[in-house]
């Protein structure tokens, strides 16, 4: 079967009109991939009766780079559930302080400023219990051999987003200010990085 010479000529130009624009788009968004042995998010919560500290198990976390191999942004995905305190009745209570269910939340990266040597501050918003509020706080980012380690630390009153300050019994009750303590370990994939 021949081709109509028209067809032929289309077809080169396409070629050609895809390789001279596809040089000039920017490379393939690329993003790290974390390595879950060496990092964690915890939560230091101050109690009258008994303070105590909270592992999230499970997190979806995205981080891309930009084309210098900066952080872009980031977005952390969690559900309470997954927010483990070593008591399974401290655990039920939370959620259903929360409001019961499966509550849900996420930290949407706005803004990452850094120092050359790595130190600087974060800020983006923080959702959970139907609320949004701006978050800031240091962070440190480390880069070795391919290797990113961010660490940071933030204080937030949960009242700000609509909960009650939480009592039992009228003698127990949690200390609205939370630390949230967090490493993320990544790096590029291998395919991606070559």
């Known amino acids: 079967m021949k081709l109509p010479r028209w067809l032929l000529v289309l077809a080169v130009l396409s070629i050609a009109f895809v390789r001279v624009f596809a040089a000039d788009a920017p490379a393939a968004e690329r993003a790290l991939k974390l390595d879950r042995s060496k990092s964690y998010i915890d939560v230091d919560v101050k109690a009258t009766l008994d303070s105590f500290t909270g592992h999230l198990d499970r997190y979806e976390l995205a981080v891309p780079l930009d084309v210098n191999a900066k952080i872009k942004d980031a977005l952390l995905k969690f559900k309470f559930t997954d927010l483990r305190t070593g008591k399974p009745d401290r655990d039920a209570e939370m959620i259903k302080w929360l409001g019961g269910g499966e509550p849900e939340g996420s930290f949407d990266l706005g803004l990452l400023a850094l120092a050359p040597d790595g130190q600087g501050q974060a800020s983006g918003k923080l959702s959970f219990h139907g609320q949004t509020q701006l978050v800031e706080f240091p962070v440190l980012v480390k880069v070795q051999d391919g290797v990113y380690t961010v660490t940071g630390k933030a204080t937030i009153d ?37």
């Open 158 to 194: 949960y009242r700000n987003w609509g909960l009650k300050k939480f009592r039992k019994f009228g003698l127990a009750t949690v200390d609205p200010d939370v630390t949230i303590r967090f490493q993320f370990v990544g790096a590029l994939p291998v395919a991606a990085a070559e």
